[in-house]
């Protein structure tokens, strides 16, 4: 099985700033979870980080067909994105969303989710931690 995880923009400043939102772990931690959780669920994890929008949307695109499931933070883009989730749609490809902070108990604004529409699971607030249950997520059920 091999699923891809894909972060949006700024997630790789992690633990640089706001901690009292994101907490203190950085992007590094962030890797190192899905290294780990690879080797203890023997599965392939490969990872893309991009604060690109239309590099988030190439690397769905090259999903397709090579990849089982797919995680996705689309960070900012979440709230705007409707190319994303075409792309989530285009792929056909099982995704959970993910994030790290409640956005749900944020602005108004972050409420707002347009890959959400597409996947079948978010999970929010639970903070990395939130992959590994994303990615068990879909080990379980595809
Ligand atoms: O909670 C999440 O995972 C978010 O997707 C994170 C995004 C935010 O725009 C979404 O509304 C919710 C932000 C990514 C990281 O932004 C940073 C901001 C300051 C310092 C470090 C990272």
Same mark, same amino acid.
């Given at each position: 099985?091999?699923?891809?995880?894909?972060?949006?923009?700024?997630?790789?400043?992690?633990?640089?700033?706001? %901690?009292?939102? *994101?907490?203190?772990?950085?992007? @590094?931690? +962030?890797? &190192? #979870?899905?290294?780990?959780?690879?080797?203890?669920?023997?599965?392939?994890?490969?990872?893309?980080?991009?604060?690109?929008?239309?590099?988030?949307?190439?690397?769905?695109?090259?999903?397709?067909?090579?990849?089982?499931?797919?995680?996705?933070? %689309?960070?900012? *883009?979440?709230?705007?994105?409707? @190319?994303? +989730?075409? &792309? #989530?749609?285009?792929?056909?490809?099982?995704?959970?969303?993910?994030?790290?902070?409640?956005?749900?108990?944020?602005?108004?604004?972050?409420?707002?989710?347009?890959?959400?529409?597409?996947?079948?699971?978010?999970?929010?607030?639970?903070?990395?931690?939130?992959?590994?249950?994303?990615?068990?997520?879909?080990?379980?059920?595809?």
């Amino acid at each position: 099985m091999k699923i891809l995880v894909i972060n949006g923009p700024n997630i790789n400043m992690l633990g640089i700033r706001e %901690p009292g939102i *994101y907490g203190k772990n950085t992007f @590094a931690d +962030l890797l &190192a #979870l899905l290294e780990q959780t690879a080797q203890e669920e023997g599965i392939e994890i490969e990872q893309y980080q991009s604060n690109h929008e239309g590099c988030l949307v190439d690397r769905i695109q090259v999903a397709y067909g090579k990849v089982d499931g797919i995680v996705i933070n %689309p960070a900012a *883009y979440t709230h705007t994105s409707v @190319a994303i +989730l075409d &792309a #989530l749609k285009a792929v056909s490809i099982p995704a959970v969303e993910v994030h790290i902070s409640d956005v749900d108990a944020r602005e108004p604004f972050r409420q707002v989710s347009y890959a959400g529409l597409y996947c079948c699971k978010t999970i929010k607030g639970h903070g990395l931690e939130g992959y590994r249950e994303a990615i068990l997520y879909l080990k379980n059920n595809i």
